[in-house]
């Protein structure tokens, strides 16, 4: 069970994206849920906020959903081709990637379709930069374990004095 279980959050995480781009939806259904949730932990800010302000602040959530969701996806993906399916790190890193942005661009044809809904470019590039950041956050992982690990090697290897 604990092999797949990488790949059964992976594969969990698509299906969430889907199901969050297959709601009809728009700025305003999600600046109503927003708004109840403000009142309920912030009530003096809800109550200060202008229409621009909530709308301004509706959208960096909502763009920041995007990013986040392909962050975790490309994290999540990466663990499962290494784990679940037995791929060193340089080709399950590139399979999270290919099969993030591909997840993307899909996802935003898909939106297209939906009532309420639209399928942008902008979020596209905002999904790639959460996907980018994931990536990074993996490589940067590794060459601190490389470099810890080249560095237990060459300590080894030193004659005793």
Avoid: C
Avoid at 19 to 37: D, V
Avoid at 123 to 144: C, E, S, T
Wanted: net charge positive; hydrophobic share 45%.
């Amino acid at each position: 069970m604990t092999r797949w279980l990488p790949a059964t959050l992976w594969v969990g995480m698509l299906l969430l994206i889907f199901y969050f781009s297959s709601q009809a939806g728009s700025p305003e259904n999600s600046a109503g849920w927003l708004m109840g949730l403000l009142r309920a932990v912030a009530p003096q800010l809800a109550e200060q906020l202008t229409p621009e302000q909530l709308h301004t602040l509706n959208y960096a959530l909502r763009k920041t959903g995007h990013g986040t969701g392909y962050f975790l996806l490309t994290l999540l993906g990466y663990w499962a081709f290494r784990r679940s399916f037995g791929l060193d790190a340089r080709p399950a890193l590139r399979w999270a990637i290919l099969t993030s942005l591909l997840r993307a661009i899909i996802d935003e044809i898909h939106q297209a379709f939906v009532p309420g809904r639209t399928g942008t470019a902008v979020d596209v590039i905002i999904d790639a930069v959460g996907i980018a950041l994931a990536a990074w956050l993996i490589r940067q992982r590794g060459k601190i374990t490389y470099t810890n690990h080249a560095f237990k090697v060459r300590k080894n290897r030193r004659p005793p004095p």
